[in-house]
């Protein structure tokens, strides 16, 4: 990996980061793409490199964080609506990718928290 590696993931982690575009339904390596252009062969390895994860499992674990968010700050919440606030519109994946994110499913993190 080169410097150019890295200043093309910076600039694609801040897209991502700044303007949230991991809490969208369709984020793809093609959104990625209209805020930096990252060719398309260094795509997968840079992820890969700088966050030692593959594209979706980095944008499955900032959804993730954000939902652990959202069940600590809104307890009123129902689990469905921040699955579908996180990009994420099937209820059993996104119990899934919680419970592997955090050991434990998200109806029992919210009640963690509601004391």
Known sequence: ?????????????????TNKL????????E????????????????????????????????????????LKQHPEYKIESIALECGITVAQTFYRLFKAEFGITPSAFKRQYAK
Do not use: C, W
């Open 22 to 29: 991991y809490l969208k339904e369709d984020m793809s390596r």
């Open 31 to 70: 959104l990625v793409n209209t805020f930096v252009h990252i060719p398309k062969n260094k795509f997968a390895p840079i992820f890969r490199k700088f966050t030692g994860k593959s594209f979706p499992a980095y944008v499955n674990s900032l959804r993730m964080a954000h939902a652990a968010e959202l």
């Open 1 to 17: 990996m080169t410097q150019t590696d890295e200043l093309l993931f910076k600039k694609a982690e801040k897209a991502i980061l």
